[in-house]
């Protein structure tokens, strides 16, 4: 298993585009996470997979904002009409039901809108 | 409001002492914390972990303290080394939720 994988690595995008991201999490892991972090800070929770369905959506998720995980596999998010607001690292990371050995975090996609 | 905070963005220590991030809380519902390092251009790495009714827990050169009643925890790196350069941060998540809500981050530094 070669862990959390995320494409693309950077992605830059003229404000007003639409733009996805798909993450593929380790593949027995049922539980898949997206993170978004900014220069300075610490990674901040977006939302949440447990196998196919999503549990739990910060308020940071705008409506501009959708994340689907089809099938409980790999899962892709999606932000529509892009704002320059919305430059961050993208994290996605995966876990088992456990929450005792942490998150496995992807290498991340980098989001720059100009 | 920053419920996990690191009060501390950079630490510089030498090769061989002892390493010790600072980490405070706010939330009183949170019962689980976490440590990650993270290298640039990668995401946080998993380091070690520790549960409310632990006041402390090792593994290998790493060790976390958790004061509950100050609402504190430390990580203690010992013997510090040049690899251990990189972005610590604190994590915590409440219940049975599963979400992680993290700090700002320590840089740590190690020199020869």
């Known amino acids: 298993d070669t862990g959390v994988s995320q494409n693309p690595r950077h992605k830059i995008t003229k404000r007003g585009q639409n733009v996805t991201f798909r993450c593929d999490p380790i593949s027995e892991h049922n539980r898949l996470y997206w993170y978004r972090q900014t220069l300075g800070q610490g990674p901040e929770f977006l939302t949440y997979?447990?196998?196919?369905?999503?549990?739990?959506k910060s308020r940071l998720l705008s409506d501009r904002f959708s994340a689907e995980r089809p099938k409980g596999s790999f899962s892709t998010l999606e932000i529509q009409r892009t704002e320059q607001g919305d430059s961050a690292m993208y994290l996605c990371?995966?876990?088992?039901?456990?929450?005792?050995?942490?998150?496995?975090f992807g290498s991340g996609t980098r989001l720059t809108v100009v | 409001d920053q419920q996990v905070k690191q009060n501390s963005p950079s630490l510089s220590v030498q090769e061989g002492r002892i390493s010790i991030l600072n980490c405070d809380y706010t939330n009183s519902m949170f019962d689980y914390f976490l440590w990650y390092k993270k290298y640039p251009a990668e995401g946080p790495t998993f380091l070690i972990s520790i549960s409310s009714i632990k006041d402390k827990n090792e593994d290998g050169r790493f060790t976390v303290f958790l004061n509950k009643s100050a609402k504190h925890l430390s990580l203690h790196i010992v013997p510090s080394q040049p690899g251990d350069s990189a972005v610590y941060f604190c994590a915590a998540s409440a219940g049975t939720a599963s979400k992680l809500t993290f700090g700002t981050g320590t840089r740590l530094q190690v020199t020869l």
């Open positions: 990371a995966s876990s088992p039901v456990s929450r005792l050995y942490g998150y496995t």
């Open positions: 997979f447990q196998n196919e369905a999503q549990l739990e």
